[in-house]
């Protein structure tokens, strides 16, 4: 039956036949017959390879993925959204996609414009914690859930609390035949006058067959003409991995139980005319898989809809449809319990007709033009739940990059973090590494973003006090006798160094003047710019450019309030004109940095040539840092247009191989706050385009699609392996993230305040 439909384009992701896997099938059913239900609907498939090169696909077959290549993902979903479609129809399992239990698809799905449809092939009570995360997610990017059992709708709720209205039960589909007596097709067989026994699908050690070959041996001494047809090549990832070790066992159990004239081996994978007359000669069908988790199976449904007597064991899918006299259970792994069962119902016709007749009847309403139906009111359904999206929407001040939702300001993370001391550096997941104590580096961060903080009208009260601990901390980091800050303090109140790294040097001198040239007149300023003045004159003695850079940071904030101070200016000049000439010694056409690699904190040395050269009105350093910071981002930005920092697993260095991953919170943070000092000193609306790209990283665009802000505590997770993400909360993390918020929000306020200004004076006039 034909009917008519508003979606126009449905593209269907999943295995495609001619690959040889149950998911193939299915997929390639079900594109056929929501085509055929539906034929002014555009239907084709993005398929996923599990092997070199590709399968000899028909023309339906549009896009094709590469199963462990991250960057086919994100291509897929490119093509995707290019390719207007209305609805994409996705079928998951956990073992046909790239990354930690295919957490690949993520990444595609992520970027989806489209609304999603997913069916589930599998639903796990026990998932481990890959395939809970990876299911989560999966739930919270589909529109819509498929199961095909009513144990599966239970699970996602139970187990994975799914929103019940978001899940649509519908049976797997099944091919529409004509009842008809089994001995109509033995014959072409070779089978003719015999009982037959069968069971098909690709051959691997869960499927329990050496459990029916061990049955066979009690059932021939009561009927001799029994025949078993085992129907089916072995699984590919099965032969790939073992050869055809199982298929040997088998056939070994056969000539040592003497069953050679008993079971007959048809190693093939047949098409659907081919499989439909097997199943048609079959007297009982037999499914003796081990494993109870499983939620569907394609080869029991096609059996049981055309008519077949069943006898099964009790995984999920055939307990649920077999029930109510539709079919046999019996244990697992019981030899004694098949013969037994197999035996009644072979002596029974009566009986194994009733059997045969209930499955047909239950087995009309799953024949493949009512599923189609059924999904197509799925994907109708998810289309008005969708909300629409435009390819490009209006952020602040009308740019083009479709922002995330701005999460709301959870600080219990930082609470949980800080103690009276100041801030820990590492975290085990959530909790406070107390061994690794405390660091400058993250108490000098910590410091600047309650300074920040304090500047939101969301933030809590609690922050000053915050402000006041992290002050206090770098004032106890200090040695006079060295000028120097320490870096390394114990959990016992003991630091680790004679002195600190430059590093964590310049950023204190950041942190303090940050606290000057923003905070309320209070002790934690006072304390803040005598520190400042003490500290500052050693910075001219370093030779790290990131030293230069933080501090050049920091007397720019501290001149926002102490404009006077000739000393910090010449300092200023001096370490400007440091990160100027290493840039013109390096910078080339191809190269256009300070340094030949990339490792970390990069962008800081653009943002301090910006802010330094801006306000000091030497248009050669600041078109400088522009220039640097322009190239930074292209390097930094992927084909799809998300941020992709360097990584910290080899860094980048000049005309060598740059790491993808480990992407660190920092480097996008600083990206964010560089991008944000451009835009302030440019007015182009680009700069904050690319700082809300930088820090919607965090939010999960990012390579593979995984969220690495925890909103739930207000941490964020350590890093993006090229697999997975680091589920540890570290200090260094979280600031990132935090930072990066508050300096977002920080300049939304900005742009909000003069637009409503704007327009108050436009009223007035």
Not at 311 to 333: C, M, N
Not at 360 to 388: C, D, H, I, Q
Request: net charge neutral; glycine share 8%; aromatic share 10%.
């Amino acid at each position: 039956m034909k009917a008519a439909s508003s979606i126009r384009t449905i593209a269907f992701l999943g295995d495609y036949l001619p690959r040889k896997c149950g998911i193939a099938t299915f997929t390639s059913d079900l594109l056929g017959a929501v085509a055929a239900r539906h034929p002014k609907a555009r239907c084709f498939a993005v398929p996923v390879n599990d092997i070199e090169g590709c399968y000899r696909y028909p023309d339906v077959v549009r896009f094709e993925i590469e199963e462990q290549d991250l960057d086919s993902y994100q291509r897929a979903a490119d093509f995707l959204n290019s390719s207007d479609v209305d609805v994409v129809s996705v079928q998951h399992e956990f073992g046909i996609f790239g990354g930690p239990a295919g957490s690949h698809l993520l990444a595609l799905l992520r970027e989806l414009l489209a609304p999603v449809v997913t069916t589930l092939h599998t639903v796990l009570l026990k998932p481990n914690a890959d395939q809970y995360r990876v299911m989560q997610k999966l739930i919270a990017r589909s529109t819509r859930l498929v199961v095909m059992t009513e144990r599966g709708r239970t699970l996602l709720r139970e187990v994975y609390q799914a929103p019940a209205a978001k899940i649509d039960l519908i049976p797997h589909g099944i091919p529409d035949v004509t009842f008809v007596a089994p001995d109509c097709y033995k014959e072409q067989f070779g089978v003719g006058g015999r009982k037959v026994l069968l069971t098909f699908g690709l051959l691997s050690p869960n499927k329990g067959i050496e459990h029916v070959l061990d049955a066979l041996s009690e059932l021939v001494a009561e009927f001799p003409d029994v025949v078993y047809i085992l129907l089916g090549a072995t699984h590919p990832h099965e032969l790939r991995a073992r050869g055809e070790t199982y298929r040997l066992g088998l056939e070994a159990i056969v000539r040592k139980n003497k069953l050679e004239n008993n079971v007959i081996f048809h190693n093939r994978f047949v098409d659907l005319k081919e499989l439909t007359e097997f199943i048609g000669a079959a007297d009982l069908y037999v499914t003796p898989y081990l494993e109870e988790a499983q939620i569907t199976s394609g080869t029991l449904a096609y059996a049981f809809g055309a008519g077949k007597a069943v006898i099964s064991t009790p995984y999920w899918h055939a307990a649920e449809l077999l029930k109510d006299q539709r079919g046999v259970l019996v244990p697992f792994a019981d030899p004694r319990a098949i013969a037994r069962e197999v035996s009644g119902l072979l002596r029974d016709e009566t009986r194994r007709n009733a059997m045969s007749a209930n499955a047909y009847k239950l087995g009309r309403s799953m024949v493949w033009s009512n599923t189609a139906g059924l999904y197509m009111r799925s994907f109708e359904l998810a289309r008005r739940m969708a909300t629409p999206a435009p390819r490009e929407s209006v952020g602040v001040g009308g740019f083009g990059h479709r922002p995330h939702e701005s999460p709301e300001l959870n600080l219990d993370h930082l609470y949980h973090m800080t103690d009276s001391t100041g801030i820990f550096q590492h975290a085990s997941f959530t909790a406070p590494n107390h061994s690794e104590g405390y660091c400058t580096d993250d108490n000098a961060r910590a410091l600047i973003l309650a300074v920040l903080l304090g500047q939101l009208e969301e933030a809590p009260p609690r922050v000053r006090a915050l402000a006041t601990t992290y002050a206090a901390f770098l004032n106890d980091a200090f040695d006079p006798k060295t000028t120097r800050f320490h870096n390394f303090l114990s959990i016992d109140r003991r630091w680790l160094d004679e002195q600190g790294s430059e590093d964590s040097h310049g950023r204190a001198i950041w942190a303090l003047g940050t606290a000057v040239g923003r905070s309320p007149q209070g002790s934690s300023r006072t304390t803040a710019e005598q520190l400042f003045a003490q500290a500052l004159p050693t910075v001219t003695h370093f030779t790290s450019p990131r030293a230069w850079a933080f501090s050049l940071i920091g007397i720019h904030e501290y001149l926002g309030r102490r404009k006077g101070d000739r000393f910090a200016k010449e300092v200023r000049e001096d370490l400007t004109g440091r990160l100027t000439t290493i840039f013109d010694k390096v910078a080339g056409p191809d190269w256009t940095w300070f340094e030949e690699g990339l490792t970390y904190d990069n962008a800081k040395l653009a943002h301090a040539l910006i802010v330094s050269g801006r306000a000091t009105g030497q248009r050669r350093v600041y078109e400088r840092g522009i220039k640097a910071l322009r190239w930074l981002v292209n390097v930094q930005t992927s084909h799809n247009g998300k941020l992709r920092p360097i990584g910290s697993n080899g860094f980048y260095k000049r005309n060598g191989a740059r790491a993808d991953f480990d992407q660190q919170p920092i480097e996008a943070q600083t990206t964010v706050s560089a991008c944000l000092a451009a835009y302030r000193a440019t007015a182009d609306a680009w700069w904050y385009e690319q700082a809300q790209r930088a820090f919607d990283w965090f939010l999960g665009w990012n390579d593979l699609g995984l969220e690495l802000y925890a909103r739930q505590t207000g941490g964020c997770r350590d890093g993006l392996h090229a697999d997975r993400s680091n589920e540890n909360q570290g200090a260094e993390s979280m600031l990132a993230f935090l930072l990066s918020l508050a300096e977002m929000r920080l300049v939304q306020n900005t742009v909000t305040g003069v637009q409503r200004h704007t327009l108050s004076a436009t009223m007035a006039r």
